[in-house]
């Protein structure tokens, strides 16, 4: 069975994905209609991101040599506990456009990578010198 969700369909997924951070019905249709050739775990991957991104500034902030003592068995007043992002349509295009950015890199890269595999970049000999180029 074959499902290809309709824009409401897209929607509706997409703004339960993010309605927990607050983001309107307009905002997500927006999100959708902007990144349409999207699927659907694409949305999910952005909320991500942008929770994945405050990580990524506390262990930055704490340092990974306290890192440890900061999450396992902190002393009492000295818990973690990490604000909400900020998460706004601004926010979220910025991100979205980002990984669209590095999905065209990969692509590329396995372009690359096809293109190489065709290739014949050396000898028969693991080297590009041939015998006569060498006693030249």
Do not use: C
Request: charged share 30%; net charge negative; hydrophobic share 40%.
């Amino acid at each position: 069975f074959y499902w290809s969700p309709t824009v409401e369909d897209r929607v509706g997924i997409a703004h339960g994905i993010f309605m927990a951070d607050g983001i309107s019905r307009d905002d997500v249709e927006l999100l959708v209609s902007t990144f349409d050739g999207q699927s659907i775990d694409f949305f999910g991957a952005l909320r991500a991101r942008v929770y994945d991104d405050k990580v990524r500034d506390f262990v930055l902030e704490v340092g990974y040599e306290a890192i440890g003592k900061r999450l396992i068995n902190p002393r009492k007043g000295e818990e973690v506990v990490f604000d909400l992002p900020e998460m706004s349509l601004e926010v979220l295009l910025a991100y979205g456009k980002a990984i669209e950015n590095e999905q065209e890199n990969i692509k590329r890269i396995q372009l690359a990578d096809s293109y190489l595999d065709g290739a014949v970049l050396a000898g028969s000999e693991g080297t590009a010198n041939t015998e006569k180029s060498l006693n030249q």
